[in-house]
Each structure stands twice: as structure tokens, then as C-alpha cells.
């Protein structure tokens, strides 16, 4: 059975720091590509993050690029998004998402392939 389970949401001060985790199992983690997305109060998925597992390259919305940095650590089956001088504006419910492919934003705006977690909340306090 496939789970994604994130962890480490809350609320953070605009300027701090906040680490979010996603931990893996019932599939390869390590062949799979990982993705953080996020769905602001009232608004759609917006894409933040990937990385691509063939590679061990990362890949950045424009909006978190040189603030969030994504990192994976096989032996843990584990994804973790680092957001330093996170914005209210970063605030959202943010999701991880695997897929043994790359994805298109498309279908990660839409969640209509890979696998997905619930969710956890981020609040950036102004």
C-alpha cells in the first residue's frame, strides 16, 4: 500500500525557517521522482518543487527559487522541502507527490497522476 505522509507544517514567522518532510512507502523510493505542491487559501495547486531521481537534479518554481531548497534521502524514503525566508504569501497547504516519471506542471496542478499525500498546513505570519 503506497503512503506519503508530510509532517512539519505550522506556523512561522516571515524571515524564519521551516522544514517540511514527506516520508515514503509501499513503492521504490529511489527510482521515483519527488514534488512538493502547494494550494493557497481560495486558490489552485501551484507546482514549487521537483526532483529529478534520474539526475539527483532539483528543480524550482520561480516564486520559491533561492528561498525553499528539495532534498531526498533514500536510506530514510524520505523528501524534505527547507523553507528559509518563507513570505505570507508561502502560505498553504503543501503536498509531496511521487511519480516514477517526470510529471508536467499540468498534471501536477491537476493531481491527476502519481501518488499523493494529504497535505500538511503552512502559515507565514507577516
Known amino acids: 500500500q503506497v503512503q506519503l505522509v508530510e509532517s512539519g507544517g505550522g506556523l512561522v514567522e516571515a524571515g524564519g525557517s521551516l522544514r517540511l518532510s514527506c516520508a515514503a512507502s509501499?513503492?521504490?523510493?529511489?527510482?521515483?521522482?519527488m514534488y512538493w505542491v502547494r494550494q493557497a487559501p481560495g486558490k489552485g495547486l501551484e507546482w514549487v518543487s521537483g526532483f529529478n531521481t534520474a539526475r539527483g537534479s532539483t528543480l524550482y518554481a520561480d516564486s520559491v527559487k533561492g528561498r525553499f531548497t528539495i532534498s531526498r534521502d533514500n536510506a530514510k524514503n524520505t523528501v524534505y522541502l527547507q523553507m528559509t525566508s518563507p513570505k505570507p504569501e508561502d502560505t498553504a497547504v503543501y503536498y509531496c507527490?511521487?511519480?516514477?516519471?517526470?510529471?508536467?506542471?499540468?498534471?501536477?496542478?491537476?493531481?491527476?497522476?502519481?501518488?499523493w499525500g494529504q497535505g500538511t498546513q503552512v502559515t507565514v505570519s507577516s
Open positions: 509501499g513503492f521504490t523510493f529511489s527510482s521515483y521522482w
Open positions: 507527490a511521487a511519480h516514477n516519471g517526470p510529471l508536467t506542471i499540468g498534471e501536477l496542478t491537476r493531481k491527476s497522476s502519481g501518488y
